[in-house]
């Protein structure tokens, strides 16, 4: 048990179709259960295998009483696709985080199909939960063939915002 937060955070994933947005809620949702906070989880994906919006709201703290984010109470905005970014701005609270992927991060990632555990690594960073515990989930809920460069774009996400914050 690792919490230490007591007001309800507030976390929405915006982007398109096929790029892993439930995924990377399914594991912060899950890693969020395991660290000991009350997590609530919505997800709007209707056209979203005709490259459609997409974005799941996730919310934790002591006692989470709607899966639903409140307006502009948005804590953390993570952006898969920069067209969802204005069209989803609007939620962010005043002082809410932008994460989204940068030319700079291209770097960092073997493939674009681990872009979803990159970003979930660049929003962990900024979550009261121990890296080991994000890389226990990740290892329960990704498939074998598909670990190893998803582990790697997870920490290299996370270093690279921890590099980045800490300017």
């Known amino acids: 048990m690792q919490k230490n937060i007591t007001k309800t955070k507030n976390i929405l994933f915006a982007g398109i179709g096929g790029q892993g947005i439930i995924l990377a809620s399914e594991i912060i ?81 073997q493939k674009e199909k681990v872009k979803n555990v990159y970003l979930l690594g660049k929003l962990a960073y900024f979550l009261p939960v121990n890296k080991e515990l994000w890389l226990s989930v990740i290892k329960d809920m990704v498939p074998p063939a598909y670990l190893e460069e998803n582990l790697s774009a997870f920490i290299n996400g996370y270093e690279k915002q921890s590099k980045t914050t800490n300017k």
């Open 29 to 109: 949702s899950q890693t969020l259960f395991e660290a000991g906070y009350d997590v609530k989880k919505s997800e709007i994906h209707g056209m979203s295998q005709r490259g459609g919006s997409v974005t799941s709201e996730i919310r934790f703290g002591d006692k989470v009483y709607s899966p639903l984010i409140p307006n502009s109470e948005v804590d953390f905005l993570v952006i898969f696709n920069d067209t969802e970014l204005e069209r989803n701005r609007i939620y962010l609270s005043e002082t809410g985080e932008i994460i989204r992927f940068e030319e700079s991060d291209i770097d960092f990632i």
